[in-house]
């Protein structure tokens, strides 16, 4: 198969400048600009774009470039206290500042930095797709469905940090509802790459889909002879689309926060979702049930040092996607918590112990798996302690 990989990623070097400088150029030609804070994408004649921005998006035939951009931040992330009191406004000014026509020009923005940016472009014989993103969804990453944060009404608007923002340039020349669609597949190719690494919505107990204020362009050339009427998962350009997306999606939330499958390789960190953290672990493990001497220093360090056994991770993850299924209604609750605690039996062998609690007095099919795990990881973790003193 003719497929060729290219993935650059770009990092700042030296004193910030507002210099707008060259970062990447496509085999067909499109320049790619980027100073500290903004990444612009200059289109030549005979583009068309479809585009999630608040001035001049949506489908578009007459853009001179597009750009992704991070603002200088505003107390309580509020659109009026931004340059010129409004995202329509602020977004014009920066355009000329810029040395662009606001209207020829339309932007998304976000709180991550663009040194962060990541590009993956994939071909196959004369198709070409690249992808830039940048992303971080530490602050507002949810999933589709989860309780709302705010409601628009009367034109107030609400700026979060946070956020995936992914420019996609095709070098084919896409209709209007091929460009769609291709909204469709880079939409879904980026829940994969989050999902891939397990992160959790804040909002709720699920896995993440994306940010809620996630934005997306899709760029393709008119004068193109190579007319692709479909961009979905069957066509082959919907597979490069995919391809890129993943894997820029995936360096980028490397790049902007650390979210890699090292990061999420702790049984801590996967346990966030549920609000269960150190201090939850410590709690249960000095309270009166429990037998030992309380020592929290050790406990902590060696909780730390537990939570990153790879073995533990994976019965972490196997305990926790049986009540996802659960909460998905996959299956019924008593017969997944009877698993579930079939399954946590085997954890003290796994985490090397001599011994084993009172299983009687252990688990309790009336708590929650999550409140069940908490308390034999708790055990285990004191145990070890006394076993090392």
């Known amino acids: 198969m003719d497929v060729n990989v290219l993935t650059s990623t770009q990092q700042e070097t030296g004193s910030p400048d507002d210099t707008v400088k060259p970062l990447f150029e496509t085999s067909s030609g499109e320049r790619v600009y980027r100073n500290e804070n903004t990444i612009v994408v200059r289109l030549q004649k005979n583009h068309n774009c479809l585009i999630t921005s608040y001035v001049n998006g949506g489908?578009?035939?007459?853009?001179?470039?597009?750009?992704?951009?991070?603002?200088?931040?505003?107390?309580?992330?509020?659109?009026?206290?931004?340059?010129?009191?409004?995202?329509?406004?602020?977004?014009?000014?920066?355009?000329?500042?810029?040395?662009?026509?606001?209207?020829?020009?339309?932007?998304?923005?976000?709180?991550?930095?663009?040194?962060?940016?990541?590009?993956?472009?994939?071909?196959?014989?004369?198709?070409e797709v690249t992808a830039i993103v940048t992303a971080g969804i530490e602050v507002n990453g949810g999933r589709a469905g989860d309780p709302a944060s705010w409601h628009e009404e009367n034109g107030k608007s609400v700026y979060v940090g946070g956020t995936i923002v992914t420019i996609l340039i095709i070098n084919a020349h896409l209709p209007a509802h091929a460009l769609t669609r291709a909204v469709m597949t880079a939409t879904e190719a980026k829940t994969v790459a989050i999902q891939q690494l397990m992160a959790p919505s804040k909002y709720s107990t699920g896995i993440a889909t994306g940010s809620g204020t996630d934005q997306i362009c899709v760029i393709s050339a008119m004068d193109s002879s190579d007319v692709l009427t479909w961009t979905g998962k069957?066509?082959?350009?919907?597979?490069?689309?995919?391809l890129c997306v993943i894997e820029a999606t995936t360096k980028a939330l490397e790049l902007q926060t650390g979210l890699c499958a090292d990061s999420q390789r702790d049984m801590l960190v996967r346990m966030e979702r549920y609000g269960i953290d150190e201090k939850r672990y410590w709690e249960v493990a000095s309270s009166p049930s429990f037998d030992g001497e309380n020592r929290k220093a050790p406990f902590i360090r060696t909780l730390r040092e537990f939570a990153k056994n790879p073995a533990i991770v994976a019965m972490t993850a196997s305990i926790l996607h049986i009540c996802d299924e659960v909460s998905w209604g996959l299956v019924p609750e008593p017969a997944g918590k009877r698993a579930a605690l079939s399954m946590m039996k085997g954890l003290p062998g796994l985490a090397g112990m001599q011994r084993e609690p009172d299983w009687?007095?252990?688990?309790?099919?009336?708590?929650?798996?999550?409140?069940?795990?908490?308390?034999?990881?708790?055990?285990?973790?004191?145990?070890?302690?006394?076993?090392?003193?």
């Open 234 to 242: 069957h066509s082959k350009v919907g597979e490069l689309i995919a």
């Open 59 to 127: 489908y578009s035939e007459n853009l001179e470039a597009v750009f992704n951009h991070q603002p200088p931040p505003t107390e309580g992330c509020r659109s009026e206290d931004m340059e010129g009191g409004s995202v329509e406004a602020y977004i014009r000014i920066h355009a000329r500042k810029l040395g662009l026509n606001p209207d020829k020009v339309a932007a998304m923005m976000t709180a991550a930095k663009m040194k962060n940016a990541a590009i993956a472009t994939r071909s196959f014989r004369t198709l």
């Open 360 to 389: 009687g007095w252990m688990l309790d099919e009336k708590k929650s798996i999550p409140e069940n795990w908490i308390r034999l990881g708790a055990w285990c973790v004191k145990n070890t302690c006394g076993e090392n003193k």
